[in-house]
């Protein structure tokens, strides 16, 4: 109940983690809070959780979460020590989720997190995965690109997830694709990067679909002129 509906969550769930942390521990010398997707914080719940961080007790570590950096609070960014963690190996997933099918492993991309949400079905990948897109792209009109994301928007609503999560897993497939198999191909895989990143972090739904249109379309003019 802590989530909104654009997938952000709420002051009033960092509200009640507030509330919670004002007792002192009685088990042991400290409290731990361990934050989950950081980076979707709305506004308001990004500033509550600046307001924890700045007034932090002796007794209080934080541990925050996120997927894009650059989407946490700058605010919360200047206040916190980054740890970089980069994906997983196939095999170390196998080893995470024991009995997992190794052709979702495959899909996961280094994620457990993405395999177990394949496996049940609510993972954001249609129409085509990154690399069926990257493949085809030269093939597809401009018109026919924004019509792929429009499907990927459509298709969110069925696996019980918003559009804005949708597009930014696409956006995840989509950089690994790249840093993993197209980054050294002559130089035109940097221009590639750089137009993931110029859209990764964009905050407004309606916004990120039509600048991963964009993004799309240009990568389309970079492989025909490659």
């Not at 009109?141 to 949708?166: K, N, P, Y």
């Not at 696409?170 to 035109?188: H, S």
């Amino acid at each position: 109940e802590d989530v909104g509906k654009d997938g952000f969550l709420k002051v009033d769930g960092v509200r009640r983690i507030l509330k919670e942390l004002e007792t002192y521990p009685v088990a042991g010398d400290y409290k731990v809070l361990v934050l989950d997707r950081a980076d979707w914080l709305n506004t308001t719940a990004a500033d509550a959780m600046l307001k924890i961080i700045e007034d932090r007790p002796e007794y209080l570590w934080v541990f925050l979460i996120a997927e894009r950096l650059e989407q946490v609070l700058p605010t919360i960014r200047s206040r916190v020590h980054p740890i970089y963690f980069g994906p997983m190996t196939d095999k170390q997933v196998a080893e995470v989720i024991p009995g997992m099918d190794p052709k979702i492993i495959r899909q996961a991309y280094g994620s457990p997190g993405r395999a177990l949400k394949i496996r049940d079905g609510k993972a954001p990948v249609n129409p085509v995965w990154a690399s069926d897109v990257l493949r085809d792209l030269v093939k597809l009109s401009d018109f026919e690109v924004m019509g792929v994301v429009d499907r990927m928007t459509a298709h969110a609503g069925e696996l019980d997830i918003s559009s804005r999560e949708a597009l930014q897993a696409f956006l995840d497939d989509l950089a690994v694709e790249i840093q993993t198999r197209w980054k050294d191909l002559d130089g035109w895989g940097d221009a590639l990067w750089a137009e993931v990143r110029r859209v990764m972090g964009r905050p407004s739904q309606v916004t990120l679909a039509f600048h991963v249109k964009t993004m799309l379309i240009r990568m389309r003019r970079i492989l025909l002129n490659a």
